[in-house]
T-cell receptor
Framework: DVKVTQSSRYLVKRTGEKVFLECVQD?????MFWYRQDPGLGLRLIYF???????EKGDIPEGYSVSREKKERFSLILESASTNQTSMYLC???????????????FGPGTRLTVL | AQTVTQSQPEMSVQEAETVTLSCTYD???????LFWYKQPPSRQMILVIR??????QNATENRFSVNFQKAAKSFSLKISDSQLGDAAMYFC????????????FGQGTRLTINP
């Protein structure tokens, strides 16, 4: 079974702090994604990566950056946390296959971040 | 850009009954994929069912089936014989056939099962 793990289930930080959210997958997937989940808005893509050291902006990248130094690990960085970044953050991974619906995204358990 | 809309923030159903969750989407593409994901309380999101747009036949997975209406851009999920374990947030999602494999999600529908 694919396993996607995230470093924390719950995190509380203060405004202005630098925050690192870590995601690790164990199935040698090329693609990794960071989403933000808010009530009434569903999931929105922040950043994704299709290879080591490669990254692409998603729909809401402002205030975030990412790092992918190893294939299995994808980090989301909040350079200076703000209260409007209080949210649930979900990591996902998938194989990189041309087309094909079977390369589904597998999700981690999520990190609920509160910025005070 | 593609958009996905789930107009039912909450739904409830009696155990053993059938419930249908609605989803509409907007796209100018002809080839794409549609998915329903389930997020149980405090548990990981899992894929429930998927549909390729080029297939006319509606996808079915045990008690879960979809009604895919391509011309109407509608993709509803039917859950038959509802069970307590079906209680969850359900998200409809769209993915383009080509290019970046990112998902575009709807707002979600919270499904409650009444015993």
């Amino acid at each position: 079974d694919v396993k996607v793990t995230q470093s924390s289930r719950y995190l509380v930080k203060r405004t202005g702090e630098k925050v690192f959210l870590e995601c690790v997958q164990d199935m040698d997937h090329e693609n990794m994604f960071w989403y933000r989940q808010d009530p009434g808005l569903g999931l929105r893509l922040i950043y994704f990566s299709y290879d080591v050291k490669m990254k692409e902006k998603g729909d809401i990248p402002e205030g975030y950056s990412v790092s992918r130094e190893k294939k299995e690990r994808f980090s989301l960085i909040l350079e200076s946390a703000s209260t409007n970044q209080t949210s649930m953050y979900l990591c996902a991974s998938s194989l990189s296959l041309a087309g094909g619906s079977y390369n589904e995204q597998f999700f981690g358990p999520g990190t609920r971040l509160t910025v005070l | 850009a593609q958009t996905v809309t789930q107009s039912q923030p909450e739904m409830s159903v009696q155990e053993a009954e059938t419930v249908t969750l609605s989803c509409t989407y907007d796209t100018s593409e002809s080839d794409y994929y549609l998915f329903w994901y389930k997020q149980p309380p405090s548990r990981q999101m899992i894929l429930v069912i998927r549909q390729e747009a080029y297939k006319q036949q509606n996808a079915t997975e045990n008690r879960f089936s979809v009604n895919f209406q391509k011309a109407a851009k509608s993709f509803s999920l039917k859950i038959s014989d509802s069970q307590l374990g079906d209680a969850a947030m359900y998200f409809c999602a769209y993915r383009s056939y080509q290019g970046a494999q990112k998902l575009v999600f709807g707002q979600g529908t919270r499904l409650t099962i009444n015993p």
